[in-house]
């Protein structure tokens, strides 16, 4: 979410503080979770020695966001959207380039500014743990930094399952429908979460990050006029975004939003997966060790 004030509507089924950016930050400890769950058997004890850990920061980089911090990239809050179809292009979107230089070569920086930098974060923070999983395979005292940035890039990897991440109405703003977002990605999930069960996405290659955040992000922008409807409906049949509401709203968008979920789980343990066989899959000790202060924060 980009600036947390849609959250008032969803305090129906909130029952846990008032999250600050996509997914809710229990929704991102949630699927964070569930992610180590799918790493495979040569990676996962790496994670499972200090899951709590990796659980509790992947919801970091919303913090940051709602202190205004920046990055190498700039201020934090555009790095956790890229709204792909305030662009001018048709989905697929084949004609948007990849590489940031000539993404802002052709829209210029304006427009670059106002559409986010998701996918580049995404790309940055993955070079980042590469080389964080190299310098623990060459020996190095780097476990505590590679579970960080592993938290933090799942993090971004989530963000990028959310439609409304990747579309310029991303609250419902455009189209009277305000607080969606939040209804969405944080109500809707925690009101439910007792009935969820995800499915086991299969890990799968990830060649080019870049490329990866690319089609995730299309993906979700094709998601969010399913939502939008189903929101459109249950707000007409129940204005107060009541218990009502959320059950109908449920019936119209559960099924995508349990499968979206899914899949931002499979995502991150793909993600991840793919950063550690970059670094040559070096051997990782399955033991917990003393935190120490992260040094590669971001």
């Known amino acids: 979410m980009r600036g ?24 991102h400890r949630l699927i964070t979770d569930r992610a180590i769950d799918r790493l495979p058997v040569d990676l996962r004890p790496f994670f499972d020695a200090d899951r709590a850990f990796v659980v509790e920061h992947a919801a970091d980089p919303d913090l940051w966001k709602a202190m205004d911090l920046r990055g190498t990239l700039g201020v934090e ?23 940031r230089r000539a993404f802002i070569d052709k829209y210029g920086s304006a427009v670059a500014n106002r559409t986010g930098r998701l996918p580049w974060q995404m790309a940055a923070v993955y070079a980042r743990l590469v080389d ?3 310098r623990v395979g060459r020996g190095a005292a780097a476990d505590t930094d ?12 989530e963000d990028a399952y959310v439609p409304f991440h990747a579309v ?51 993906d979700s ?37 349990t499968r979206r979920l899914g899949e931002a789980a499979s995502g991150v343990a793909s993600v991840v997966t793919a950063a550690w066989k970059a670094a040559g899959q070096p051997d990782l000790p399955a033991a917990r060790v003393e935190h120490l202060a992260p040094q590669a924060a971001r």
């Open 168 to 218: 310029v109405n991303y609250d419902g703003q455009l189209t009277g429908q305000r607080g969606v977002h939040a209804r969405f990605e944080t109500a809707l999930v925690l009101g439910h979460a007792h009935a969820m069960t995800f499915a086991a996405v299969p890990v799968r290659p990830v060649p080019d990050i870049t490329a990866f955040a690319f089609e995730t992000i299309v």
């Open 221 to 257: 922008a094709a998601l969010a006029a399913p939502v939008l409807d189903a929101d459109r409906r249950a707000a007409a049949a129940h204005p107060g975004y009541d218990a009502a509401y959320y059950a109908m709203f449920w019936d119209g968008c559960g099924t995508l939003l």
């Open 4 to 27: 947390g004030a849609a959250l008032a509507a969803a305090g129906v089924l909130v029952l846990t503080p008032a999250p600050l950016g996509a997914w809710g930050l229990e929704v």
């Open 132 to 134: 964080a999983f190299g």
């Open 146 to 157: 590679t579970r960080y940035l592993a938290a933090v890039l799942a993090h971004y990897v």
């Open 77 to 99: 809050a555009p790095n956790h959207y890229f709204d792909i179809d305030g662009l001018g292009s048709a989905p697929p979107f084949a004609d948007v380039p990849h590489d």
